[in-house]
């Protein structure tokens, strides 16, 4: 790989850690927030807000020199984000209920958060050997 590929990798990666990490902070941080306005006003609107990534942009081209458990860490996390958006676009629930449903989602979506940092921060090292990160498949279980 030249070195103009590498950068262009690691421009990504970065991006992509950013993108996860901004997108986990507002869904975790503002959920009150969100909650509240989704109780008080019956709008879905502001969701576009919170769950807006950057991710939806960036082209398989553009990750092909990662590893594939990598890939599957980044695809794994952005579906889990993306179920969540999709249970509060549609959802009947009542306010109280989707606050419960919320504070369960977080936490799975976290592990699955915790796990994409770890092989991001390892490709980011520019060590391909996965063998350092602990193996998290199989502890990762949907709550």
């Known amino acids: 790989m030249s070195s103009e590929d590498v950068q262009r990798k690691y421009a990504v990666l970065v991006q992509i850690k950013l993108d996860a990490t901004r997108l986990f902070d507002r869904i975790s941080k503002r959920r009150s927030e969100y909650v509240s ?11 576009k807000q ?39 676009q549609h959802t009947e629930d009542m306010p109280g209920t989707v606050e419960d449903r919320l504070i369960r989602e977080i936490k799975n979506i976290g592990r699955f958060y915790d796990e994409l940092l770890l092989y991001l921060d390892q490709e980011l090292k520019g060590n391909d050997d996965e063998s350092e990160i602990p193996p998290l498949e199989g502890i990762i279980k949907e709550s």
Not at 37 to 47: E, L, M, S
């Open 37 to 47: 306005i989704f109780a008080v006003k019956r709008t879905r609107d502001h969701f």
């Open 50 to 88: 919170i769950f807006a990534n950057r991710y939806s942009s960036v082209g398989i081209s553009e990750l092909k020199d990662c590893s594939d458990k990598t890939i599957s860490a980044i695809d794994a996390f952005y579906n889990k984000v993306d179920d969540l958006w999709w249970y509060l």
